[in-house]
Each structure stands twice: as C-alpha cells, then as structure tokens.
C-alpha cells in the first residue's frame, strides 16, 4: 500500500501524522507516566516535532521500512497515541505503541495494535511480529496476551531509559496465529 496509510479500528483510526499533530504527540511523548514504559524518555516540543518530522520522512520511502502512525479517536482527528511497526529481518516486523495517560483503560492500545497488527499481515504480508515490553507494564502485556501473542522469554539489559538499562519481555504472534 502506498503513502498515505489510514486504518479504521472499531475504536481508533490510525493515520499518518502531519505537523499539526505536534501539540498532541507532545501530550504523549512529553509525559513521564507514558514515558515510564517506553524505550525513551520523555521529550519536549522540539523533539516532539523532529519524531513526526521523521516519521513523515520516513513514510515517503520507496520500500517503507516503517508504519508509524498516529491514533485518532473514529470521531475526532487529534492523535492520542499511536502505534509503530518497523519492518526487520524477512517478512518481520517490530511492534509498538502509546496511548496518552488520560485515555489509559479504554481500549484505544488494545485497539490500535490489532488494527496495525492485522494490516502487516494482510496488506503487507509480514510473516512474525515482536513486541518487546518491559517486566513491570502489565497493562501493555495484558493487551499483547489478549491478542493472541507468545511470550517467548526476556531480553536482558535490553533498553537504557530513565537513566537504567532495563530489561524487555519479547513476545511475538505469527501470521498463520493471527485471527483478527
């Protein structure tokens, strides 16, 4: 499928981030309860607008190597997270996701990464997908677990974020698995 992207979810819409979006990935990526569980810290404005700035880049490249897209809700176009596949390896993809802290517990992750999930499949014909999420984020690992994803064991020492290495638990779901 070529640029631009936009997948519907039952609860989300996944698109392509424009510039617009900079305030609203700020909100996200500039949170230390968000970031607590990613695999960088928190950002601010300028580094909120050099991500989308690449991820818009990188959208526009002839193979794309990446799907980072913004989540909007159905019924409203400001991004409250987003969800990210980075293709590696053969038919191979790395899976992962964000959701404002002031929309935790409502589906919106679970929603995105199976709507993004079933289109590296389908669209893309990715044969594996990894998740790697850290130890103690049992809200994430429950939404890879209640898709159908294997945990496969931990990567030790496998991110440096808030000034630690921390360790990832990987989990993968492959193609003929999937029945989204």
């Given at each position: 499928m070529t640029y631009p992207i936009r997948i519907v979810g039952n609860q989300v819409v996944l698109r392509e981030f424009s510039l617009e979006d900079v305030e609203d990935v700020l909100t996200i990526i500039g949170d230390d309860k968000v970031t607590t569980w990613l695999s960088f810290d928190s950002r601010d404005r300028d580094?909120?607008?050099?991500?989308?700035?690449?991820?818009?880049?990188r959208a526009q490249q002839e193979p794309r190597?990446?799907?980072?897209?913004?989540?909007?809700?159905?019924?409203?176009?400001?991004?409250?997270?987003f969800a990210r596949i980075g293709l590696s390896g053969v038919q191979a993809g790395k899976l992962g996701y964000a959701i404002a802290a002031t929309e935790w517990g409502r589906g919106y992750a679970t929603d995105a990464a199976r709507a993004l999930v079933?289109?590296?499949?389908?669209?893309?014909?990715?044969h594996r997908i990894t998740a790697a999420i850290g130890p103690d984020n049992a809200a994430s690992i429950a939404v890879v677990q209640?898709?159908?994803?294997?945990?496969?064991?931990?990567?030790?020492?496998?991110?440096?974020?808030?000034?630690?290495w921390r360790d990832s638990v990987l989990f993968s779901v492959l193609a003929h698995e999937w029945s989204w």
């Open positions: 580094q909120a607008v050099a991500m989308i700035e690449g991820a818009i880049e190597t990446e799907f980072y897209l913004g989540a909007t809700k159905r019924d409203d176009d400001r991004v409250i997270g079933t289109h590296a499949f389908t669209e893309l014909g990715l209640q898709l159908g994803f294997t945990r496969e064991g931990t990567l030790r020492d496998h991110v440096f974020t808030n000034g630690a």
